[in-house]
């Protein structure tokens, strides 16, 4: 199909939403993908931080067939294996406590609703005040959208969820003034990612901590983005250099959960928070779903068996030294595989950068227009990145 013919059929037939696509791509493999053309591209962006272990993967697609071929959707009225071998998976990943639990649903945002229920219910359901960090993302659900600082996101559908505060990035005083005795939560990604994967200054998280358990607050870490291997622990909180020893009442968990099918995760630890919402208090039809549970059982196990989250770390070291060697790069961002490349220069254009990018065969990300956004298939090499590490001076410079 050409070009101008594949452009013309999906403006005829899909929401216009996500604005016009930049390809269509018909096959991948690994950390490769393929448009119409047959042009290949290093995917340097994995789905936006989903496809952990890139496109393809075999234990994914075995497991993803397999159980297809076996059972399907049951709703929640029933389990399945997969289902509950996730969630033991999940337990021992984390080293959750006895009354821990987790709730399974279809992506990030979802995951955040059930946790944004949770806080409603916090002290009994009285207190109205759920906090948020500014350049924080925690997705586009009306409940979700509240909890996102991007005002173009969020006031074109005001007024949304009540009592959401806005504290300033990093600010402990500001955030030591917001906590209170009305506060149900204080929502956190540990990197944010939208912003350009920015990350608190150290002793924000600490605080946090402090600050809610004070005040009999929530504290949920969002780990939407951060989580699964990317930052080169399974959970990026869980590094004392991000985390700082911290422990969350609620994380929440998706994109690259299922590898590349629909999975979110509110994961409650201890039991009096997993108590917060009781049966008939929430739900989702396709929570659950043993094809999307098998398919996010074989990440977690493939991660291991593959020994990516050390990959992930020693590979997202190595290239921070290398980027910020560059020129044009003024700083790398980040951890591991989830990395922010701040562009240099008085006049930085991240999206033209990342289209001459795309054009030389790189998909990139331009989250806002001075930074970059990397995040990889954790199942990346040395070798395959090589010729973007040695493309990427021109992509910066050229007129």
């Known amino acids: 199909m050409s070009e101008t013919t594949w452009r013309e059929d999906f403006s005829r037939v899909l929401s216009p939403v996500f604005g016009a696509p930049q390809l269509e791509l018909v096959r991948g493999q690994g950390s490769y993908v393929w448009d119409a053309e047959g042009r290949q591209y290093l995917d340097l962006l994995a789905g936006i931080a989903v496809n952990a272990l890139g496109h393809c993967h075999p234990a994914w697609v075995m497991a993803v067939t397999e159980q297809a071929a076996t059972l399907g959707h049951i709703s929640n009225f029933f389990t399945s294996p997969p ?18 639990a987790v709730f399974l649903s279809n992506s990030g945002a979802e995951a955040n609703e059930a946790a944004l229920k949770m806080a409603r219910r916090t002290g009994g359901g009285g207190r109205p005040i759920i906090i948020a960090v500014d350049g924080a993302f925690h997705g586009r659900t009306m409940g979700a959208l509240a909890l996102t600082a991007k005002a173009a996101y969020r006031e074109p559908f005001a007024p949304g969820v ?5 504290v300033p990035f990093g600010d402990v005083d500001a955030l030591a003034a917001a906590v209170n005795d ?14 350009g994967v920015r990350r608190h200054p150290p002793g924000y998280l600490r605080a946090a901590r402090e600050l809610t358990s004070a005040a009999g607050a929530l504290l949920v870490l969002d780990e939407v983005q951060s989580g699964i291997g990317r930052t080169g622990t399974w959970f990026a909180h869980q590094d004392p250099a991000i985390g700082e020893g911290v422990v969350p009442d609620i994380i929440t968990s998706a994109k690259g959960l299922g590898g590349g099918l629909p999975i979110g995760a509110t994961i409650t630890v201890g039991a009096e928070n997993t108590g917060l919402l009781s049966a008939g208090q929430h739900g989702t039809t396709f929570g659950g779903n043993p094809i999307a549970c098998a398919a996010a059982l074989a990440v977690l ?41 701040g562009l240099d220069g008085e006049n ?12 030389a065969g790189f998909i990139v990300n331009a989250v806002t227009p001075e930074r970059l956004r990397l995040a990889p298939p954790l199942t990346i090499t040395d070798e395959e990145i090589a010729p973007f590490l040695a493309a990427l001076p021109d992509l910066l410079t050229h007129d």
């Open 182 to 195: 009305t506060t149900a939560a204080v929502f956190i990604e540990p990197i944010q990612g939208e912003v």
């Open 162 to 166: 009540p009592g959401v505060v806005h």
């Open 348 to 359: 930085p254009d991240a999206k033209a950068v990342a289209k001459r990018a795309l054009e």
């Open 83 to 100: 289902q509950i071998a996730l969630a033991e998976k999940i337990h021992e990943i984390l080293n959750l406590p006895t009354g821990s």
């Open 301 to 341: 196990t493939t991660i291991e068996s593959e020994g990516l989250i050390d990959h992930a770390r020693r590979l997202g070291e190595k290239l921070t030294t290398e980027l910020a060697s560059i020129p044009g790069i003024a700083e790398v961002t980040g951890q591991g595989l989830l990395l922010g490349l």
